[in-house]
Structures are given as structure tokens and as C-alpha cells.
């Protein structure tokens, strides 16, 4: 930690987290984890509440702090919007900028970049007003499938349909959180997720749920999810999931850390899920988790995404 501590030039951190989305109070604990891990480690930190008054924006326009830790989850915060604003006022922040931000929220662009490069993800339509569900249906080879509003995260507006009369209902549950929605094909097998930092793939980790899928009550309210550290798959194997995602990672023009969620189906064949640019930041999230598993502790953690921007932004 010391190069974050030199008395000559001591580095203050803005966190600025909360949002508007509807990921906000994952957001909330997210910054003040990070908060607090910073002040373990004597680093001078301020937190930065993005609520929807607008009183925050002063805030980072006076710009008393060198660099921002962005601990935003959701539309608002991890699309590029608040990256964009960082740019216009040259705030160093870290993390992916605003390319890799809003490819990465928008997870029908997601997929057709992965489609493009031959990365293999499921097959999936998009849905609008006019579109025939029933053709759809026929698409995408019938039950079951998943219904995803284009926009969200933390499984936010999902829905698993194993009927056609029961797709109409979760095409309107996910239009009430976005005007974009794509079905996809559902994906039997184990669930898997990669996190990277600085140009690594982490340790892989498993996931098992009692849920359908891993939704937000598996992810954040209950206490019968399973996490695999080791996650089960051989040397070899798991160096492959690493691989890949380390390409799904950079295809979608993102930096510095994040995660990709991603299966392997019952041929043992991967399929890439989605990219989280700003994932869960508290000491119980899968990146940390997977951190800790490569030797980091939560602060060292921080730190280290802050160094890498740092790197980038020479200072």
C-alpha cells in the first residue's frame, strides 16, 4: 500500500455512489464499504451520494479530490452517463470509460459484439410492440426461455417462461423497467462467474441456487446461495472459462476490473451471460471473494483498482 500513502503527495478519493437506479441501496452499501476500506488504509476519502435531488453535482464540480471510485450500479451510474460527466469536467475515475460502459449495460450490443467476434453466447430476439411471440417462441425452439430487460442488472425484471401463455406476462414485467427486451435461450447447466482486475482473470467461481436462477433474492437476500472456491472445474478447464472471458471482457471495450457471468450447458459447452463494469463492492460480493482467493483483502482490493487508474491517467 505504500505507494498510496507518500506523505509528499498524498491522494484524496471521492466515492461516489447511491444512484437513481433501481440497483441503489446495493449501491449504498457497495460505497460505504469501499468508504471504509479506503479509511483502513489512511487514504482521505469523501463520499458522494448520486441522489435525484442534484445537490451532488457542486460537489464534483469543485473537484477537492484527485481521483473518483465510482461504487454505482445500474442505468445512471454504469451505462456512461456518469463517466461522460467525469470526462467533460477531467476528473480522473476508475473503471471503464464511456464506451465500455454503456456496450456493457446494453446486454442485446453485448451479445452482438460477442455474435461478431464468434464468441458463443445464447441465442435470443429482440421484442418490441409489434413482435409475434408466438414466432418467437418457435425461434428460439420453445420452453424454456429467459426474458431480460435490455437495460437492468443485479437480475433485476428476469423471468424464467416454461409456456408460451406465459411469455406475454414477463415481456410486460420487463417493459415496465425498460422499452428494450430480448428473449433469450435458456441455458441448462452450471453457472459460472470470472472477475477481472488489471488485465486478469480472478479465480473462477461456481454458482448453485435453490431459485430458478441466480435472481436478486439469491444474489442479495437470502442465505442459501452457494459460492465454489474452488469452483469444481479442472486446471485446465478453468483456465479456459478465464481465457474466454478475459476476451468477452476486452471485445466490449471495458477496463481495469469488473465481471463476466457466463454457463457451461450439459455438453460442457460455455456460454457468455453478460459484463458487470461496476459490480458489487461489498465484503461478501463475488469479486472480492475472488480477490481474496488470489490474496488480496478487501482494501488491498480497493487499492488496487485505484492504482490502475492511476496507471492510466499517469500520476
Not at 473503471?95 to 435470443?124: E, F, H, I, N, R
Not at 453457472?191 to 441456487?209: D, M
Not at 471495458?254 to 454457463?263: E, F, I, P
Amino acid at each position: 500500500m505504500s505507494e498510496f500513502l507518500n506523505p509528499e503527495s498524498p491522494l484524496r478519493v471521492a466515492v461516489l455512489y447511491g444512484g437513481t437506479s433501481a440497483e441503489r441501496d446495493v449501491s449504498l452499501n457497495s460505497g460505504q464499504a469501499v468508504i471504509a476500506a479506503l479509511k483502513t488504509a489512511e487514504i482521505d476519502v469523501i463520499g458522494i451520494d448520486i441522489n435525484n435531488t442534484g445537490d451532488w453535482l457542486p460537489l464534483i464540480q469543485q473537484a477537492d479530490f484527485d481521483i473518483a471510485f465510482l461504487a454505482l450500479h445500474g442505468r445512471g451510474g454504469e451505462d456512461g452517463t456518469i463517466q461522460g460527466l467525469l470526462e467533460c469536467l477531467g476528473i480522473p475515475y476508475t473503471g471503464s470509460g464511456v464506451l465500455g460502459s454503456a456496450l456493457a449495460m446494453d446486454k442485446l450490443k453485448t451479445k452482438q459484439v460477442w455474435q461478431t467476434l464468434g464468441l458463443p453466447t445464447p441465442g435470443y430476439c429482440w421484442i418490441d410492440a409489434s413482435t409475434d411471440l408466438e414466432a418467437v417462441w418457435r425461434k428460439l425452439d420453445g420452453m424454456p426461455l429467459m426474458v431480460k430487460p435490455v437495460h437492468e442488472g443485479s437480475s433485476i425484471g428476469m423471468s424464467k417462461v416454461d409456456r408460451l401463455d406465459q411469455l406475454q406476462d414477463a415481456v410486460a414485467k420487463a417493459s415496465d423497467l425498460d422499452s428494450c427486451v430480448f428473449v433469450e435461450q435458456w441455458v441448462t447447466g452450471k453457472e459460472f462467474t470470472v472477475s477481472i482486475l488489471n488485465g486478469e482473470a480472478l479465480p473462477v467461481i461456481g454458482l448453485e441456487t435453490n431459485h430458478q436462477f441466480y435472481d436478486y433474492e439469491a444474489k442479495y437476500l437470502v442465505n442459501d446461495t452457494r459460492y465454489l472456491l474452488p469452483c469444481g472445474l479442472s486446471p485446465e478447464e478453468e483456465r479456459e472459462l478465464q481465457a474466454l472471458s478475459l476476451r468477452a471482457f476486452n471485445a466490449v471495450g471495458c477496463q481495469d476490473w469488473g465481471r463476466v457471468d457466463l454457463m457451461l450447458n450439459e455438453k460442457g459447452e460455455p456460454q457468455l451471460l453478460e459484463v458487470n463494469t461496476l459490480p458489487g463492492m461489498t465484503d461478501h460480493s463475488l469479486v472480492p471473494m475472488a480477490a481474496q482467493a488470489k490474496g488480496y483483502s478487501f482494501s488491498e482490493l480497493v487499492l488496487a483498482i485505484i492504482q490502475a487508474a492511476k496507471q492510466r491517467y499517469g500520476f
